[in-house]
């Protein structure tokens, strides 16, 4: 039970990551974007690329992922969301235009790094075991990391200058606007936040998991599955909904073994009871 | 334009499709075109489903759920029970229109980005169950499913036996493009009825239209369930043509994909869908040619349509309409 719990924390640690950027995203722009998946996995390929392929140190791969999807991040909301989310009549407009930025991030990654599963080597070498739980120190070590950029992020939104100003507008675009805010400029530094901690963790991971082109799409539902646990864009729940989402998956993996492989139908099943019994998650605001 | 110009205008289609079309492609020998054109009818008829939920105001990601339900319970019909394949078609809507009033009794509740998160997990429910349920078969699917028998009706066989049609892939053309016509002149009776300017308001203000004295509730779960019929039926006829049916013959692509061709058709209009449809399933055919470069051509075409036109392209007439009048 011991190593249940410790790997659904270290799935937890990671996946309230990957949750964490989506839900900024939301925040902001109230923008559901489908492509984070698909940046978590270019974020993987970078790492790849910079680690695995030119043997550079990993930090440098994780800050090459990190710079590389802030940019393009920052790019897509300057040029794609911000115009279309001002000449278009319905606001759902902005998730056709996520999905197909999906698809092309999809065709970008296909074209320029191939179909095949891609890996890098061990990070750190070894195995922590303590007689109850094993686990690799390369495990350790990502979800230790995990929790230090969570925590950097938390900050960084409560106390940094561009934090408050990202805060406030989620609060309430118009009446940041009035304060002074600079609300274009934070919707691109959100949006390129939100895109680096895709890109931070899909380099994070690449290092214990690997990375292939395909799996863009079903990390996205993983993560919208988060958002919603906890409720769209608040911090907090992101959070809570990642951890939830581990740890649900680790026991499912280990209760519902006997019967087949029926974890994600049940976890699915009972997000779906769980939301119609409370529509805003466990800490959202209604109707986001 | 006028109701005797839009009435001619609706037959010209009608008589093109049916018999302007196959006439073409006798001439051209291109008979693989009849599939493509199959399958676009089909696909046009579950966005038309999607389309309804969006009049609404609800995104709905969820459509290809429907669709493998209708798929699945008319293969399972057929097969095990040696039902008609004709009486499947609307059981198959029936039971995905009783199965969405069940799940969209909660989760209408939801709003925005929640309920389409929530119906984009229930295409995965869907899935899954078709995985793990005994009945469906699971990952091996459902394969040789039988052709579908004639259809009489009072002694009078309405629909010959389609395992001894001449042309088969004519046969199952007139059938989709039969059941699209049908589909889309009912969408449009809807929409310009009572019910479709209730629906309007839903669309624009639900606790307006509440205090008003509108069933907000009840009008809801009636959008739902005509949208999952269309779904069911969809499903239902694409078993019969591929003659199978898999837990991954409809994914959250497709129900993305019945999203998409609403958004890129336009929401606001009742031919959106049907443009959507068309057009994004022959620009993707089309691009096949672009080998490896297939879907970033496609993806950038279609932000590149999303930046100029991001009500649809049926909103281009509109905007000719109106530079006309002024």
């Known amino acids: 039970m011991e190593q249940v719990i410790v790997n659904g924390l270290y799935l937890g640690a990671q996946y309230a990551l990957i949750a964490l950027g989506l839900t900024l995203i939301f925040a902001l722009m109230n923008v559901l974007n489908f492509a984070h998946g698909q940046m978590y996995v270019l974020g993987g390929f970078v790492t790849y690329t910079v680690y695995g392929r030119w043997h550079l140190p990993f930090v440098v791969a994780l800050i090459a992922s990190s710079v590389t999807l802030a940019v393009l991040g920052a790019l897509i909301e300057k040029f794609l969301f911000r115009t279309v989310i001002r000449r278009s009549a319905r606001e759902e407009s902005t998730m056709l235009l996520a999905a197909a930025i999906a698809f092309l991030f999809d065709a970008v990654i296909l074209l320029v790094f191939g179909e095949k599963q891609r890996g890098v080597p061990k990070i750190v070498d070894g195995v922590l075991n303590t007689g109850a739980i094993i686990i690799p120190y390369d495990r350790v070590l990502v979800a230790g990391l995990a929790i230090v950029f969570i925590v950097a992020f938390m900050l960084f939104m409560q106390f940094s200058r561009p934090g408050r100003a990202m805060r406030a507008l989620a609060q309430d675009r118009v009446a940041a606007q009035l304060m002074g805010v600079n609300v274009d400029r934070y919707s691109m530094v959100g949006f390129a936040t939100g895109a680096l901690l895709a890109g931070l963790v899909g380099g994070l991971l690449v290092a214990i998991t690997g990375v292939n082109s395909g799996i863009g799409g079903p990390i996205s539902i993983k993560a919208f599955m988060m958002v919603m646990i906890g409720g769209a864009g608040v911090v907090g729940g992101a959070i809570a909904g990642g951890f939830i989402l581990g740890m649900l998956e680790a026991v499912g993996l280990s209760v519902l073994h006997a019967y087949g492989d029926i974890t994600y139908l049940v976890i699915f099943a009972s997000l779906m009871v769980f939301l119609s019994i409370r529509p805003n998650g466990l800490m959202g605001k209604p109707w986001g | ?326």
């Open chain 2, 1 to 326: 334009m006028s109701v005797v110009a839009r009435l001619a205008a609706f037959l010209a289609l009608v008589v093109a499709l049916l018999v302007g079309v196959p006439k073409a492609i006798a001439l051209t020998g291109r008979v693989d075109l009849y599939y493509t054109l199959t399958l676009t009818s089909l696909l046009s008829i579950a966005s038309a489903g999607v389309w309804i939920t969006f009049y609404i105001g609800r995104i709905n990601i969820g459509q290809a759920a429907y669709a493998l339900t209708g798929a699945y319970v008319s293969a399972i019909l057929v097969s095990a029970y040696g039902v008609s394949f004709w009486l499947t078609v609307p059981i198959a809507g029936l039971v995905c229109a009783a199965a969405s009033v069940l799940i969209g009794l909660p989760i209408l509740r939801l709003r925005g980005v929640y309920f389409a998160m929530v119906t984009l997990v229930s295409t995965e429910v869907a899935r899954l169950l078709a995985l793990a349920l005994p009945i469906t078969e699971g990952a091996k699917g459902m394969v040789n499913l039988p052709l579908p028998g004639p259809l009489d009706i009072a002694g009078v066989t309405v629909i010959p036996d389609f395992a001894h049609l001449a042309n088969l892939r004519l046969g199952f053309y007139l059938l989709s493009v039969v059941l699209m016509l049908v589909t889309f002149t009912i969408l449009y009776r809807l929409v310009h009825s009572r019910v479709g300017s209730l629906f309007l308001s839903l669309q624009q203000n639900e606790e307006l239209a509440s205090s008003v004295g509108i069933n907000i509730a009840y009008l809801r779960i009636i959008a739902y369930a005509v949208s999952s019929f269309f779904g069911g039926i969809s499903g239902a006829i694409f078993a019969a043509i591929s003659q199978s049916v898999y837990p991954s013959s409809f994914t959250v692509a497709d129900s993305v994909n019945f999203m998409l061709n609403c958004f890129l058709g336009g929401l606001g209009y009742v031919v959106g869908p049907l443009v959507g449809t068309f057009v994004l399933r022959f620009g993707w055919d089309l691009l096949f040619q672009a080998e490896q470069y297939q879907l970033l051509i496609y993806s950038i075409v279609l932000i590149g349509l999303m930046l100029v036109l991001p009500n649809g392209l049926v909103s281009l007439v509109g905007i000719r309409r109106r530079k006309a009048a002024r």
